[in-house]
């Protein structure tokens, strides 16, 4: 356990190190070459002893997602799983299916039509910056090659954020809410943990512990109040338990209709599923009627 804590330090000071080297030989600084020699051997140490620790784990029977989870940081795992979330977006996006709808009787509320001006706008301020930085380091082919790449790569980035709002919605199923944002966010609220749902527009969001504010062009349409404490991972992995969502959905209406269906319909099977138990626990012969005796023939009436 120390060993992986070490080795995870190691690197964490290394990458920096080769980033930091990278620049320098962007920018044209003139490296020695016993520096690099010595910045090179140790990138291929560090990644040499996390390969070999990873093939150590699954020779030992564990699973590839294991070895790999235990092999590589949690904060690289997290950040590579979103960014490869955005551009399965984009594929889904062009071929119009989204993603974890098919289940039965589910149903998605979209939530991403009042972000779609400022998205496409963002793009093409991308796109012309890139056209610009394009002519003005055409005569630094190096600094150009990078600096295409970074510009292409941040237009290709904006598009799979909205592309991953487009295809990832709100989905209400039979038992749970799952609440998302882009590719970032996605739990899952039991409707038992939910106390109560309204509808209230709101421009500002402060924040706050406790709570999970997915505003969509600045604006939250639904707030959620819970029972209990949900578990709402951050970007790298810390908890956030939150006990208050508000929410956007394009048809925000519809939304708060159905979940107030969809809870009333919880309320009522907890009910019977209570009775059903406490009369299951019940004693025998407080819900048998007991058999009594025949009431006696009554007599002839008296004389007068």
Known sequence: MKRERYGAYVAYAVLPGELALVVCLVAGVRVPVPVLVAAEAAVGLVVGARLVGFLRRWRRGGSARDAVRAT????????????LRLLASLGRWIARRPHGVGGEGARAFPYARDQAAMMYGL??????????MAYLLAGLPVVHAVFLVLDVYTVVFV???????????????????RVRQAGHVDVRIPLERIASVRRESLFSHEKADGELNLPVGSRTSLTLELTGPVDVPRLFGAPRPVRLVRLHADDSAALHRALGQALGRARDRAREDSLDQALDQAPEEAITRART????????????
């Open 72 to 83: 590589v940081p949690e904060p690289v795992l997290r950040l590579a799983g979103h960014e």
């Open 123 to 132: 793009v093409f301020v991308c796109v012309v910056e890139t056209v610009g």
């Open 159 to 177: 598009l799979g954020l909205h592309a991953a709002s487009v295809t990832r919605p709100h989905v209400l199923d039979g038992g749970a809410l």
């Open 293 to 304: 005796a025949p009431s006696p023939v009554p007599g002839p009436p008296a004389s007068a």
